[in-house]
Structure formats: structure tokens, C-alpha cells
């Protein structure tokens, strides 16, 4: 099991546009060949973990729909970013205006709720980021001074086969008016992937993170000394090949091939 | 007529926030003896034109809004964005998505009404920002890899007493999602500032900008060689006083008194 001719233990994966095309209606497609990549590598007794921005569901529902598409993997396993900020807001006794999917509050119950806001959290709230509830977030920060989290910084994703804005659009937009840098919680914090790591029991080199967000994924993961490997699903976009910023340590076209490469390695 | 010692021949003035306060319905407040102060430096023979951001009304209909509020000037002392971007998409025969407020659209009439858009013009759309006009202007820009401008780059006014985001909170969003510079049109673009003094006949430094947006007012003028004066009025922010980037040539409590200030030196 290695990838370059150096050891791999653990294998962090994306969710959606590496397992699973995302859907806006129902579970979404699962991708050719993954289910059977991820039972390969966990067969072979790597540890596997799933770090996600999903900001839409739940873990358990998360867990629940990716059971439904055939893969097999414990509630536990699934690091989604509401849980991480979760945290963070209790150690910081903070009273956030929530401005996120409805589907991910259970995730964030932990949270006190307060009227006397102090910060602002965003998630990809869809439909929810309207004119009126962007203006909500936006004179919380102005009132409070308080800090912005943001569950993830992702550009867009693709649902089916339409680009849709993500929240890392919404967190820019709430940023350049409050004037402060959004905070984020989930893919490319260091800290969210050093969690995921430390579950695995792994070193940072022995681990390689299977993303179709070139930036959140790939980048996010080497600036922590893990492999960032690119697939070609889900959001993926030609000129990614070619990214000024990051250079993937592989480029592949889905996690099936990756995953035969470091079994048979 | 001069301004520490210097003539001053041309006089910009802001109108939200420095002529009157906003309001989301009806003519909003005058500002106390702003009406006076423009009659003093016209009455002096200052030159005096009226540099606005505002993408809610024409140029037309916010002249009528002023004369009612008391101010006297002719429809073409006024200066907003949409016009200087009707010029722009004539040039360069663009076939841009609007996502503006559409009392603004008559400004921007002479635009070709095209459904294979190749740019996005955004001005501030108001409830017109949703989720769904926000996608579709990204959509285009992705589609098309064409260029995104956008009428201003303020980040918030004041509105009925409360802090509003305004167009440079959504132009940012796009700009972020989809990876691209938004162009502006309107303050601070130097261009925009030039067809002003042009208008006037009048050299920059022989100018003076009175606004209550400390950097597309004020550092937008400075930055073509105009003095830029910031006022208490409008969406002021005792902060703007130590503002990282910009310090003004003067802070005055309103619009009264640097007029006073120009006639009587």
C-alpha cells in the first residue's frame, strides 16, 4: 500500500464529486467504481475517512444516503464542518446568528440559542441565502463587531449538471462588507483535516486526500504535508489541471483508479 | 474659493449620504443645509456635478427626486454608473446578463437585449439579489468566461437608520466564485471621476470630492488627484477616521460646512 513508492495508511476522501454526484432532489448518483474502491482500500486495511463541506445534512443523514448508494462506513467516520464548529462555539461561549441549512442544525444543537448575537456562522444555506437573511448576518457583525465563521470556502459545486454558488461565495460577500476575514471551519483549515488525521492514528505523510476541489481539497491537504490527488468528477473543470496556486500529486479521473494504484503499489 | 490655499474651481459632490439620506420608500431626508451649501458654490461660480453610485433610479427620476427635495440642477450635472456602462457595452458590443434594480434599466436602454450573454453587469439589485438571480449571473460568467462589471464597489449604506449591503458585497460574491476581477463602473474608477472634471472644464487639482464613503469617494478622488473631503453624514463610521488607507483631506460634520469653508477662504 503506497503511493510514489512512499507508504499509505490512511485515506482521507471527499464526499460529494468523488463518491457521489450531488442531487438537489434525492441521494444523487453514486460514481462508477466507488464503492468498490473504498471496500478495496478499507480491505486492505487502510484507514479511511470522510472529510466533507457538506453543509446541507446531518452526519447521520449523510451517513444514512451513502449507505443507501452501497457504501458501508460508521456515523464516526464522517467529519463534516458543523460538528468542528460546533466545538469551537462552545470553547468560545459564543452566541452566533445562524445563517445555514436547516438540515445541518442537528450538527450545530449544541449551540446556545441567544438573541444578542456576537458572531455570525454560515453554511451553504440555498435557498435560504436570500437579500433579507444576508442583511440579518451582515448587521449582526456590524453591531456586534464579532467574528464570521464560514463552514467551508468552496467557489461552486455541481448539482445536477448546473453550476450552483457555494458558501465560500456568501462568506466573500459578508466579508468585503463587514470588512474582516471570514473564518473557516472545515476544507482548507489545517486543524480540520489534523482532527481527521489524529482519528486515523496516521502521520501526515502517510496520508493522501482524494478531492475534486482543486483549492479546498487539494491544496488545503498539502499545506498540511498530506498527498492531494485531483480527480475528474464532480466539479472538476479542465483548467484545474493547470491551477497557478496548487499542482495535485496526481491527476486522476475518478477515485477508482487512484485507489487501484495504491493497492496494487 | 479655495481649499488650504489652493483655488478650487470644481466641486463632485456624493448625493446619498451627503445631499440626503436614503430611504427605502419615498425622497428620503434632506440633509440640514445641503440645499443652501450647493446654491452658495453655484451661486460663487463653482462648477458642481453630482457623482453617484446609485443603480436604483435613472438619472431622470433622481433628478426629479432632488428638485423636490429642494436642490436645483440640470439632469445632465448628474453622473451614474449606468450611463458610463451603456457606453462601455456599446463599445465593446457586449451582450451582458443584467442583474440591476430595473427602475435602472431605462439608463441602460441602449444595451441590446440578447439571450447568449457573454458578461454581467450587476448593479444594486435589491430584492433582485436572490439566490436564484445570483446563480444565474454566475452560471453566465461561467458559461461564457466573460467579464463581470459592476456599477460601484460600496460595501454597505444606510438606509431607514439601518446598515445595508449594497452592490460591491455581491460583486465580490461573483468575483470570488467565479475567479475573476469584477471591473468597476462607477466610483472609485478613475475613468469615472475624469468624465466628471471633463464635463467641468476644470483641472483635478482643482477639485475637491465631498462624500461620505471613505474609499470610493474619498480615496477613489485622491487617487486621481481630486482633494477628497469626508463628511459626518450618511453611512459614516467613527472608524473612518483612522480608516488603514485613506486619510482625507478633511472630515466636516456635513456638507455645509466645507462649503462654507471653500467661499469663505
Chains 1, 2 share one sequence.
Do not use: W
Request: glycine letters at 8%.
Amino acid at each position: 500500500m503506497s503511493f510514489n513508492g512512499k507508504p499509505i495508511k490512511g485515506v482521507l476522501l471527499d464526499i460529494t464529486g468523488v463518491l457521489a454526484e450531488s442531487s438537489a432532489e434525492g441521494d444523487g448518483q453514486v460514481i462508477f467504481g466507488s464503492v468498490e474502491a473504498v471496500k478495496k482500500l478499507t480491505d486492505k486495511g487502510i484507514q479511511v475517512r470522510f472529510l466533507t463541506n457538506e453543509t446541507q445534512r446531518t452526519r447521520r443523514n449523510l451517513m444514512e444516503k451513502l449507505h443507501r448508494l452501497g457504501f458501508s462506513m460508521n456515523e464516526t467516520d464522517i467529519f463534516p464542518p458543523a460538528l468542528a464548529m460546533s466545538s469551537i462555539a462552545l470553547e468560545k461561549n459564543l452566541r452566533p446568528f445562524l445563517l445555514v441549512h436547516e438540515n445541518v442544525l442537528p450538527d450545530l444543537a449544541a449551540i446556545p440559542i441567544a438573541e444578542n448575537y456576537d458572531s455570525v456562522v454560515i453554511g451553504d444555506a440555498v435557498d435560504e441565502f436570500s437579500y433579507q437573511n444576508l442583511n440579518k448576518a451582515f448587521r449582526v457583525l456590524m453591531a456586534s463587531g464579532g467574528p464570521l465563521y464560514t463552514l467551508g470556502k468552496g467557489r461552486f459545486y455541481r448539482e445536477d449538471g448546473e453550476l450552483t454558488l457555494d458558501v465560500g461565495a456568501f462568506a466573500a460577500a459578508l466579508a468585503f462588507a463587514a470588512d474582516r476575514e471570514a473564518i473557516v471551519c472545515g476544507k482548507p483549515a489545517p486543524n480540520f483535516f489534523a482532527t481527521a488525521i489524529k482519528d486515523m492514528g496516521v502521520r501526515a505523510e502517510e496520508t493522501l486526500m482524494v478531492g475534486d476541489d482543486i483549492v479546498s481539497d487539494v491544496g488545503g491537504a498539502q499545506a498540511c504535508g498530506i498527498k492531494g490527488i485531483l480527480v475528474r468528477t464532480g466539479k472538476f473543470q479542465p483548467q484545474d489541471e493547470n491551477h497557478p496556486n496548487v499542482t495535485p500529486d496526481k491527476i486522476v479521473n475518478n477515485l477508482a483508479e487512484i485507489a487501484d494504484i495504491i493497492v496494487s503499489d
